[in-house]
């Protein structure tokens, strides 16, 4: 009989707003100590019975705008279901020719340009500080096995999505695209392709730690062996070339709304086929040995730490935060 345990959780953005070839269980709806999710959880079967989340980012009507996501709602209901890895989709401008509208890609990099409006961090307005390592802002481990069985997938699918890798996203506030000197200067730092949405998600996914601690010696030992520790990782689905290109038109929503439908599509594609192997995958190797990660970087407990911010943030990592009754 498959696990009820729900270990991938899976965030759907602009365009996949449901994942309706699955089967529906049911759907829930958790209070966080940060608010509502997007939209209600759905969880959602695999034909062999195993369970998956599905969180609709910008809610399921596309109400919510990407400054205005719950981010840490999203993240934290998903972890307190048990989600022990995320898969993220988003719609992305592409700043390079070759990566042509109805691509995919893997990134590995981010560059912020969100303008300091979003909430981005479990620990912002408590009395615990940490600092979370983000050099390296997707877990590579599961990038690296995704690269294999998305592009598997993208291959049985047959309509010749080509699936990029190592690529550097931008993240920007919007709502508002970019303009051209601005697009033309993302690719001068590096910029391969372009959202709205992948921060603070990522960052929060790294403070979230989706796993537990067993001892000291292996959080030391895990922290030796593998220093990137979160399970995020984010498919990027590309609808437009943006507005660098000196003789084309600059991105418009009805542009992007042309490439959204086909990529939703090829997303559910992709999404029922790894699904099944990721969920195996999360409860074996790739996944346990990268716990640990938020160990060192909270700053030691102290008496000014509040009993109100450790109850809150236990409701996410209870691994660290007791709270005294
Ligand atoms: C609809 S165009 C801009 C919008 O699309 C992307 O959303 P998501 O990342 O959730 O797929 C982009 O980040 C913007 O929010
Ligand atoms: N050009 C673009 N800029 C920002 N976010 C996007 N999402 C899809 N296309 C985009």
């Given at each position: ?8 959780g899976v965030i759907g953005g602009s365009g996949l707003y449901h ?18 999710p997007s939209s209600?959880i ?12 599905f969180v609709a980012r910008h809610g399921k009507?596309h109400n919510i705008s990407p400054s205005a996501v719950p981010s840490?709602a999203n993240v934290?209901?998903l ?7 995320i898969?993220a989709f988003s719609a ?103 959202n709205m949405s992948v921060?603070p998600e ?32 984010l ?91």
């Amino acid at each position: 009989m498959a696990s009820e345990n729900v270990l991938i959780g899976v965030i759907g953005g602009s365009g996949l707003y449901h994942l309706d070839n699955l089967t529906t269980i049911k759907t829930v709806n958790p209070e966080t100590p940060w608010g509502y999710p997007s939209s209600p959880i759905t969880i959602c079967a695999l034909p062999s019975g195993t369970r998956v989340a599905f969180v609709a980012r910008h809610g399921k009507h596309h109400n919510i705008s990407p400054s205005a996501v719950p981010s840490r709602a999203n993240v934290a209901a998903l972890k307190h279901l048990g989600v022990r890895a995320i898969l993220a989709f988003s719609a992305v401008g592409s700043l390079r020719e070759e990566i042509v509208p109805g691509h995919f890609a893997l990134p590995t990099q981010i560059i912020d340009r969100t303008k300091g409006v979003r909430p981005a961090s479990f620990f912002e307005g408590t009395s615990i500080v940490a600092h979370a390592a983000f050099g390296e802002p997707f877990s590579m481990r599961l990038v690296r096995w995704l690269e294999g069985a998305v592009a598997r997938a993208l291959g049985e699918e047959g309509r010749g999505v080509v699936l990029h890798r190592d690529k550097c996203i931008v993240c920007m506030e919007g709502p508002q695209f970019s303009t051209r000197a601005e697009s033309v200067m993302y690719r001068a730092w590096g910029g391969d392709l372009i959202n709205m949405s992948v921060l603070p998600e990522a960052k929060l996914a790294r403070e979230a730690e989706l796993g537990c601690v067993a001892s000291f010696f292996l959080i030391l030992e895990t922290k030796l062996k593998f220093p990137r520790c979160d399970r995020y990782a984010l498919i990027a689905t590309a609808t437009d070339y943006d507005s660098w290109r000196p003789h084309s038109e600059v991105v418009t929503a009805s542009q992007v709304m042309q490439t959204l439908q086909a990529n939703a599509n090829t997303s559910r594609h992709v999404a029922a086929a790894i699904l099944e192997d990721l969920h195996i995958t999360a409860q074996g190797d790739l996944l346990s040995e990268e716990r640990g990660s938020m160990a060192f970087s909270i700053m030691p407990k102290s008496a000014d730490q509040k009993e109100e911010d450790i109850e809150k943030l236990a409701y996410i990592l209870p691994e660290y935060f007791k709270p005294a009754n």
